[in-house]
């Protein structure tokens, strides 16, 4: 038996990873009846609980009398994905931990060319689709998850999850180091993730007999690598790594796989103390999204109670035909006793403006007044100084959330994303400074929503500068307190200046001397001319003096001794 099988067939291991996983499908029931309510009322085509494959293609909406909570959500997630990772425009810019290499010029140039091609990778694969999913489920659960995986064809393929589908567990900094997953597969989905001579013997039975309607179930458990030891080379030496296993399995492991970087993405919209699951928009309205069903039902009641009343009708009519133009013969006596039970009640108007307010307040839980700005196509120039004029309020609210996807999406994304590169050689060569080098990454986030975020505080700094110039005029020395140098780099880096546009402060230091070297020497010069005038006044006057002849000219005799 091989290094490699004897893992795999480790069932001790295998029988503490079933423990862990069971415990964290436990710790998760206790949200999966908020979670339900969530998928129930606002996006019922999102989220997965104890269901079988077959029931997907069944009807989700019946509970949705009012679609108005699929709208809002939706618009919170498209405009959370055009402002933060929009396939339109840059969202992310690459440095270095450090700040001296990455001003060499050969550095920022070669970044410059990386992030090129991991927008382009990103545009190739389905990691804009990945981020969209995210934002949704963010918006809607409060959590997210999602699987990032190396690929042959696109460099980097993601897979995303819905609720339900997963688990996850926190370290004592409330970081996102376990996931967990249970799904089904059928026996030929089995074989061709795992292969057959790792599958059961169930497995391998259907799948000999082409049976592709029994599913099995599987898990799978993520974790970081406590026994990981940098720089060893040794079978399953990772920072990451992954166990699959059947359910019914007792004896092996269908899979262990390694990663160098974390494999999985499970981003919180807002954690309370060291939550694992997180809370969102979606839990917030989710009060006002009852509310609007039942509003509904009690407006279609109405409505109904008007247009086909309930009737008081006679024993001896057998049967009243109560279609449009359709007739009921009966006697004369009793044309009058035929008439609705009772007289319409209740004011429809009030009941619509009601729903029309509850909607308002679904929106505003979904921020939809500032996505809807940002993903409308009246504006498509918008620049991120007018979002944050306008929406400085919003910003401000919404400041906590666009860290967590910086820090729990973004970040890992794109290091990862980086690192999938390098191993297989997808970016140019690196240049000298950096050669023999083991540099941390820096990731600059520069999207729409992330310069609005910068550039609140603008207004303040434009206005303080105004100020200082205005008194300038009259009081000189007020100039003294400010740093225009440090003023004009922090206002570009608000505004998300590219860096290159900015010269480096050592190249200014060098342009103003080199400056004041000159001027000096000008200097110089127009005093050296301005004694050199007298002087040369001077020697052109005893130059006159002397071609006069001395007898014609007394002042000559007197100056040049003659009398």
């Not at 997965?48 to 939706?74: C, H, M, N, Q, W």
């Not at 969102?280 to 008007?306: V, Y």
């Not at 240049?431 to 083991?438: K, Q």
Request: with cysteine.
């Amino acid at each position: 038996m091989g290094i490699v099988e004897e893992v795999l067939r480790d069932s001790a291991a295998l029988k503490r990873k079933k423990s862990i996983v069971g415990q964290m499908m436990a710790e998760r029931t206790q949200f999966e009846g908020v979670w339900k309510k969530l998928s129930q009322y606002i996006n019922p085509a999102r989220g997965r609980f104890d269901e079988d494959k077959t029931a997907d293609g069944k009807r989700r909406d019946d509970v949705l009398l009012d679609p108005y909570p699929i709208e809002a959500s939706t618009k919170c997630a498209a405009g959370l994905h055009a402002g933060l990772t929009s396939p339109s425009r840059p969202w992310f810019s690459l440095g270095l931990q450090d700040d001296e290499l990455a001003d060499f010029h050969t550095v920022k140039i070669w970044l410059d060319e990386c992030q090129e091609i991991m927008m382009s990778i990103y545009a190739k694969s389905n990691i804009y689709n990945m981020l969209l999913n995210l934002e949704a489920e963010l918006t809607q659960f409060g959590t997210a998850a999602s699987l990032l995986l190396e690929d042959y064809d696109t460099a980097i393929w993601a897979r995303p999850f819905t609720c339900g589908e997963y688990a996850g567990n926190v370290d004592s900094r409330g970081r996102v180091v376990q996931f967990a997953r249970k799904f089904k597969l059928t026996a030929w989905q089995m074989v061709e993730a795992f292969g057959e001579e790792s599958c059961s013997d169930a497995v391998k039975s259907a799948y000999r007999q082409d049976n592709y309607k029994d599913y099995f179930a599987v898990s799978t458990l993520i974790e970081k690598n406590m026994n990981y030891r940098p720089g060893e080379i040794g079978v399953g030496n990772f920072p990451w790594r992954a166990y699959y296993y059947e359910d019914a399995q007792t004896e092996k492991f269908l899979k262990i796989a390694g990663y160098h970087e974390q494999p999985f993405l499970m981003p919180r919209w807002t954690t309370v103390a060291n939550g694992i699951y997180g809370t969102g928009p979606g839990h917030s309205a989710l009060g006002n999204c009852m509310q609007l069903q039942k509003l509904e039902k009690t407006n279609m009641r109405l409505l109904q109670n008007r247009a086909d009343p309930a009737m008081l009708v006679p024993a001896s009519i057998a049967k009243l035909n109560r279609l449009p133009g359709k007739e009921t013969v009966v006697s004369n006596a009793e044309v009058d006793v035929v008439r609705p039970l009772y007289g319409a009640t209740g004011a429809r108007e009030e009941v619509l403006q009601v729903i029309q307010f509850k909607q308002s307040q679904i929106g505003a839980a979904f921020y939809n007044d500032l996505f809807v700005m940002l993903s409308g196509n009246d504006n498509p120039q918008m620049t991120a100084r007018e979002v944050a004029e306008r929406h400085e309020e919003k910003l401000l609210m919404l400041s906590p959330v666009l860290e967590q996807m910086h820090n729990e999406v973004l970040a890992p994304l794109t290091k990862r994303a980086f690192e999938i590169c390098m191993r297989n050689g997808l970016f140019p060569p690196v240049p000298e400074e950096l050669e023999g080098r083991d540099e941390e990454l820096k990731v600059e986030f520069v999207s729409l929503l992330a310069q609005a975020q910068k550039s609140v505080s603008a207004p303040a700094m434009e206005k303080t500068m105004a100020l200082a110039g205005n008194l300038a005029g009259a009081f000189p020395e007020v100039m003294d307190n400010i740093n225009l140098d440090a003023a004009i780099r922090k206002h570009a880096q608000m505004s998300g200046t590219p860096e290159t546009i900015l010269r480096d402060e050592k190249e200014v230091e060098k342009m103003r001397k080199a400056r004041a070297e000159q001027q000096a020497k000008a200097q110089q010069l127009q005093e050296a001319a301005a004694m050199a005038e007298p002087l040369k006044n001077g020697v052109e006057a005893a130059r006159l003096m002397s071609e006069i002849q001395p007898e014609n000219n007394p002042m000559a005799d007197i100056l040049f001794g003659q009398r």
